[in-house]
Every structure is written in C-alpha cells, then in structure tokens.
C-alpha cells in the first residue's frame, strides 16, 4: 500500500464513497425539499424514498468516517496557501458530522414521531426505529435539526462545489483531479 505522503490520489474507495454519497445527498436535498409539490398521492412514495436514502446515506458516511479514520488522505496540493488548507480541514470535517446528523436526525424525528408510518429500505425490509419514546417535543426537535442542518448542508456544498471548480478553472492545480474516478 502506498504511504499517505506519497499518494496523490485519494483512495479508490474514499472516491467512490464521496462520489455515491455526494449524489445521494444531493438527490435527496433535492427530493426533501420539493416532496410537498408533488401529488399528495406519490408523497408518501418521495418521502419513502428520501427516507431510504437518508438511511444509506448514514450507513455509507459511517463506513467513510471510519475508512478516513484508518486510510490517512493524499498531502494538499503544495500550492495551496495555508488558509486554503485550514478551509478545506474545517468543511471536511463539517462534512462528515453534517451527513451523520442529518440522516440520523430524521431517523430520530420518525422514531419519536409517531410511527404513523412504517420505515423501509426500499420495500426490501424493514428498518427499526430507535428505541426513544414516541414524544412530540422530541419528534419536533429532531425535525428542527433535520431541516437546519440541511440547510447549513446546502450551503457548505456550494461551498464545496464552488472551491472545486476553483482548483480547475482558476488555479489548474490537481486539487480536482485527486477525487475523480479512473484517473490513476
């Protein structure tokens, strides 16, 4: 395996996971956000679905927080001024706490809300609710983190996005080049 300071590529694992959970997250900013607009009558299926996919969601940012924990990222781009790396440190890490208490918020709202309706992965099995009791103060504080934080997570993503095409059309620097699939 090759040393993290020699690397200049993150793993092959690390960028399938930011790349599935990146789509992920934002199919289903997009989907929480509209999911009042569509027909009554397929709101429960987008919200099946949001549901579901905030729970993979949580699954695959768990797996990633831990493969981070044990697989050390590439070194910055030499030309990275220090607030840039300082930057990139901080919204790294509010990634991964955003993308765990966002979907675990929701799980949250729903286990303490109610239970009015059930939660599944996909139709393929159930999933269980957290063992809190149904409260409505707690359900409402759950729904209060959920949006929030999806909010600050939108916002954090433009970030991201926007520092990306930074590194390509600005700088043409490999910051960009370190997470894309296929390029060894």
Not at 55 to 67: G, N
Not at 115 to 139: C, E, H, N, T
Request: glycine fraction near 12%; hydrophobic fraction near 50%; aromatic fraction near 10%.
């Amino acid at each position: 395996m090759i040393e993290a300071a020699t690397r200049t590529r993150y793993t092959n694992v690390a960028i399938a996971l930011h790349w599935l959970i990146g789509l992920a997250v934002i199919g289903n900013l997009a989907g929480g956000l509209t999911h009042e607009s569509v027909p009554k009558d397929m709101q429960g299926v987008v919200m099946g679905l949001h549901k579901a996919t905030g729970i993979t969601i949580l699954a695959l940012s768990l797996f990633r927080l831990f493969w981070r924990l044990g697989h050390r990222p590439p070194p910055y781009e030499a030309t990275l001024a220090g607030w840039e790396k300082t930057t990139a440190k901080i919204t790294h890490w509010a990634f991964y706490i955003l993308i765990i208490a966002i979907p675990f918020s929701g799980w949250l709202m729903t286990s303490a809300g109610g239970r009015k309706y059930g939660l599944s992965w996909y139709g393929l099995f159930d999933i269980p609710f957290l063992p809190v009791a149904q409260d409505k103060m707690l359900a409402a504080g759950g729904g209060g983190a959920h949006e929030n934080l999806s909010f600050l997570l939108i916002a954090l993503l433009l970030l991201h996005i926007g520092a990306a095409m930074k590194h390509v059309f600005l700088d043409g620097d490999g910051t960009f080049a370190r997470m894309l699939p296929g390029r060894g």
